[in-house]
């Protein structure tokens, strides 16, 4: 049994349409859209914006925490008592620092915390 050219293309043909065919029908099967009523999507609002305002807290805990790193450590001891409210006289005693030290620090670092 021997084929024309002409009868091989048209099998060809054939068999590409049906391809095609298949691959749209799946492809469209695949491409159903996801709906979400407005509970759920508030639902997810709210669990952003924590996530937000959990991560700006992180954001402050590792900047302190830097802050800190870099600071020597009688100062960095000064800055933790300011946030804890102590005045300067107390940590010029504790961190064995000047007065004048400790008043700079506890006006630099005072509402930081």
Do not use: N
């Amino acid at each position: 049994m021997s084929f024309t050219w002409r009868e091989l293309l048209i099998g060809l043909i054939v068999a590409l349409a049906f391809y095609a065919t298949e691959l749209l029908v799946f492809m469209g099967a695949s491409r159903k859209k996801v709906r979400f009523d407005r509970g759920e999507i508030e639902a997810l609002r709210e669990e952003i914006s924590a996530l937000r305002s959990h991560l700006a807290a992180m954001q402050k805990e590792v900047d302190r925490m830097r802050e800190e790193a870099e600071t020597p450590a009688p100062y960095a001891q000064a800055i933790r008592m300011v946030r804890q409210g102590l005045g300067p006289a107390e940590i010029a005693a504790a961190c064995d620092i000047s007065k004048g030290e400790a008043e700079l620090i506890a006006s630099l670092h005072r509402g930081k915390s």
